[in-house]
């Protein structure tokens, strides 16, 4: 299984940044792809950065040019840099994982997500 555990949001000024991190652990090597889902009131939960294990991002277009995600291999620890945040922005921001290995005695692939954190964006 892995482990997901998000630290880093908060309350900004529109124009403002935010850094926020998320430490995997446990089978990290079998993940296939890593990133940050957002889910505003009574929107659908969208993706707005990811990495595979081969180090392709994509990028929400609306992220493009504002957000970076980087990734720290050896702390199983990857990053969503947010600049120039806007009040649309705000949201609770989820990790997420896909792996691909043996859960209960299945292979397969599976989705894991963090408790998620919380990004509110002032205007």
């Known amino acids: 299984q892995v482990q997901l555990v998000e630290s880093g949001g908060g309350l900004v000024q529109a124009g403002g940044s935010l850094r926020l991190s998320c430490a995997a652990s446990?089978?990290?090597?079998?993940?296939?792809?890593i990133g940050w889902f957002r889910q505003a009131p009574g929107k659908q939960r969208e993706l707005v950065a990811s990495i595979t294990s081969t180090g392709a991002t994509n990028y929400l277009d609306s992220a493009k040019g504002r957000f970076t995600l980087s990734r720290d291999r050896a702390a199983n620890t990857i990053y969503l840099q947010m600049n120039s945040l806007e009040p649309e922005d705000t949201a609770i921001y989820y990790c997420?994982?896909?792996?691909?290995?043996?859960?209960?005695?299945?292979?397969?692939?599976?989705?894991?997500w963090g408790q998620g954190t919380q990004v509110t964006v002032s205007s």
């Open positions: 446990g089978d990290t090597f079998s993940i296939n792809v």
């Open positions: 997420h994982a896909e792996a691909f290995h043996s859960n209960g005695g299945v292979k397969g692939l599976y989705n894991y």
